[in-house]
Structures are given as C-alpha cells and as structure tokens.
C-alpha cells in the first residue's frame, strides 16, 4: 500500500476529494508569533487549496519542543494512555531518527521531482536524508540561526562614555573583552560599593556554542561515519570554549539567571545576547526593574560572533516536519500541505511572522525579501532579524548528524559547562561576599587543573553516552 502511495504521489494523481476529503493531523511547538503565523497559514490552506483537493488540516501546539519530543515518542511507542501518532510533527533529526527506528517515518523523496527539490537550500535537504542518500524524512519548513541581540539604550550609554565600537561583536574574543569592559565600567559608577559590576552578555542554546564554536575551529566535537558517532573531544579547542565562557562568567562578565536570555535582558541583568532568530521576536520592548522602575529600549541585531581566525560556520536550527507512515492518501495530502507552505512569498511571509529563515533558494534573495517586507510593513525590529539572519545563511550552515543517544549527547554539551560555571560562580560570590577580592577570589577557579578535571569528567560522559 505504501509503494502504492508513493506511486500516486509521483504522478500527481490523489486519493482523495472534495467528496471524499482526508483530515491531516499536525503537531508541532510554535508559541507566540510563532503559533500565530503558522495557524494564519493553515487556515488559509483549508480555505483555499484545501477545500479545493478535499484535505483538512488540524494543527495543535505540544507547547514547547521537548514536550513534543515526549508526546510523539510515547505515541510512537504506544504507551498507555498516549494518542495516536499524527500525520506530521516537528522534530529535530534525533527525535525524527529515533521515531524512524521504529519504521514510523515516510521517505517523502518519491513525492518530489528533481526540479521541485532543486528549488531547496542543499543543506536544509540533507539533514533529512539521515537514512541513506536519495532519502528525504524530514521536510525543511523553516529553519532559524543564531544572532546577536542587543539592548541599543544601555549600550548608547555605555559607548557613549568609553568608546567602546560594536564592530567588537564580530569575534567571541570582542565580545569577551567588551563584557569585561561593560563590568568594569558599571562597577565604577557605584565607588563606594565594590564589586558590583554588571553582566554584560549571555547565551541561549549553549550546545551550539560548542558545536559551532568547535567547528569554527576545525574540530566537529560529534561526527557520524559509517553510521556510527565519533568524538573528537580536542583539548585545545575545548579549552578556547572555556576561556571564552566559564572565565568571563565566573567574573560576572557574562550572566545567566532567567529561564530565556531575553528574560535577562529585560530584567536588566545584561545587555547583549546570543539567541534563536525566531526567539528573537520575543527580545523586550522595555527594561523592567522593579514594581515601579521601567523604561522602553530599542533592539538592533547583529550577526553571531564567530572565532577569530576561525571558519565561517553557523548553526543551521529549526525542526522540520516529520511525516509519519499513515494511510497513502494521508502521507501524499500531508506532501501537498508542504508544498504549498514551503511556496516562496507564503514561506517568506512565515519568516515575517515568525522571525524564521525560508527554505527555498528564491524566498532568501535579498531583493526578494526586501520586497516582501515592503509589502507587508515589516516593523523595524523585524526587519533587522530577517536581514541578519537571511544574511547568516551566506555561512556554511552546520547541524550534527542524526544518531541513536544524539539527543542525549547534545544535552551534556549543553549543561556541562553551563552548570559547572554557575556552581563556582555562586562559591566565587560566597569568597567575596567574606571580603576576599575579586581577582584573588576569581584565581580560586580559574586554573588549568580545574579545566582539566573538568573536560576529563564531560569526555567520560560523551564517551559513554555515545558508546550507548
């Protein structure tokens, strides 16, 4: 039945009609803008091509990504209690991997031409094409990098009084240094009061720090070959990681204590962050400091620093959607759905809605976007995340491989030197707050020896974890 289907895709013919119309199921993460942009469409196809071939779309929020990871792998596994596995869900590689393994995914390479895949950015294809080449089982949608957001306001301010130049945030080193600048800078407006210097950055999504910084730097810590996961742990690398976040953040240089760094930056806590370009719809229109303390703040974007001397790498982001091995005539309407989604100026007007990058060649074309953004009145601060974002994916765009326990994997890259920093930041503070200098205090844990029990300790555990 499925090669059946696979045939009617192929040649255009469906099993279905205005009179004997098929319902699609969908799940995916989006919240906010971005839920918005995405039911805006749905609706739009059901009332257009939809109603016209006899295919129904229902879209339903899991929330957040990792709760849809959990509802989709307790369906895809029949738990009790759980619903029926969907038509199409989002998912990262790992997660459309694991549901793979189970022979619940569609390879959705018969339902396209050469000429239709042509119209793809390359490198968003080939991430679906985890299960041998010529496969396609996830269908880029919308993909995001990552960016620079800062609050303009407090940095005028900042610059203003030291000179200091944006063109700094070009590298990780610029911005090592400006943090230590800004801390050193606040710290001086309050003389009698040592000390209390201000966080001037902060990360979201620290896994890509390290796989990209790495990458920047000739090493891919997590590579696949021959099907299986290999780790290149190199200590010269991990270690500029190091210096250019646990160092600076032991020292309050950099900062993190909100759920999102955009919570911090509109809880004033820092003024520069590197997230999501789709997260950065979400960047606060104003600073709240209190109850009754607040002012507004303008963003501007920037790209994201890179290495200095490193290679122009960025991390290619965003799930794409996963279509689940369902009834034909389910699995080719879901293509159909895609297709029209993925179209160039509705796919675009996605990204102006939601602050994701398009995945076709033509929808990222600058004159292109420029006058679809013209169109719609794009506000400012959209403007400047499509712009810089769109301007990322000139970069070799990176994402690891999917493999079984990858998930699990990218987890310890991402809390491992996360926590590790917060937990001798709070022991750094308890050394001053006894009346022990900061420079002294800061020496306590900024050493080689506690780098190298460090990495030995995350080594072991990809180690293991890989080793499944």
């Known amino acids: 039945l499925f090669l059946t289907g696979c045939a009617s895709g192929a040649s255009g013919s469906a ?8 319902t699609v199921t969908v799940w995916h993460y989006y919240n906010g803008p971005q839920q918005q942009a995405f039911a805006d469409l749905v609706n739009e196809f059901n009332e257009t091509m939809g109603r016209e071939k006899g295919i129904a779309v229902q879209q339903s929020s899991q929330a957040t990504v990792t709760d849809l990871e959990t509802s989709v792998l307790a369906a895809a596994n029949r738990e009790v209690g759980a619903p029926e596995v969907p038509n199409i869900f989002a998912a990262y590689a790992d997660t459309a991997y694991a549901v793979d393994r189970l022979g619940l995914v569609a390879d959705l390479r018969p339902y396209l031409t050469d000429e239709e895949l042509a119209e793809y ?10 299960s041998g080449e010529g496969t396609l089982k996830i269908f880029p949608i919308a993909k995001s990098v990552e960016l620079l957001m800062l609050n303009a306001t407090d940095w005028e301010k900042f610059a203003a009084a030291t000179g200091a130049d944006d063109s700094a945030f070009a590298t990780v080193e610029g911005i090592t240094e400006t943090a230590r600048q800004y801390y050193e800078w606040t710290d001086a407006q309050t003389p009698d009061i040592s000390d209390d210097g201000k966080a001037f950055f902060g990360r979201d999504a620290f896994a890509n720090y390290m796989i990209i910084g790495a990458r920047q730097l000739g090493v ?12 290149d742990f190199d200590k010269d690398v991990v270690r500029r990681l190091w210096d250019n976040y646990y160092v600076p953040f032991i020292n309050g240089w950099f900062g993190a204590s909100g759920r999102f760094r955009s919570d911090d930056i509109k809880m004033g806590n820092i003024i520069a962050c590197v997230g999501s370009s789709s997260g950065a719809a979400y960047f606060p229109d104003e600073c709240i400091l209190s109850d009754t303390e607040s002012y507004p703040i303008e963003m501007r974007a920037y790209p994201c620093p890179k290495f200095e001397g490193g290679e122009d790498f960025a991390a290619q982001q965003g799930a794409g959607l996963v279509v689940t091995n369902a009834a034909p005539q389910e699995v080719e309407a879901s293509v159909e ?3 029209w989604f993925t179209e160039a100026g509705r796919n675009l007007e996605f990204s102006l809605g939601s602050g994701y990058v398009p995945v076709k060649k033509e929808a990222n074309e600058m004159t292109f976007v420029e006058q679809a953004m013209d169109a719609a009145g794009a506000s400012s601060k959209m403007r400047a995340i499509i712009t810089n974002a769109i301007g990322m994916t000139g970069d070799q765009m990176y994402t690891t491989k999917a493999f079984r326990n990858g998930t699990a994997a990218r987890a310890i890259l991402n809390d491992s030197m996360v926590e590790k920093a917060r937990a001798d930041r709070e022991a750094f503070l308890a050394l001053t707050a006894e009346g022990m200098p900061h420079e002294e205090a800061a020496a306590q844990f900024v050493t080689d020896e506690n780098f190298e ?12 974890c890989i080793a499944g």
């Open 15 to 22: 099993a279905f009609s205005p009179e004997n119309p098929v």
């Open 121 to 130: 950015v390359p490198g968003y294809l080939e991430e679906g094409a985890f």
């Open 220 to 231: 891919e810590l997590l590579r696949v070959e021959d099907g299986a996961p290999v780790l």
């Open 337 to 339: 759905f895609l297709k």
């Open 453 to 464: 029990a460090w990495y030995e300790e995350t080594r072991t555990a990809l180690e293991m």
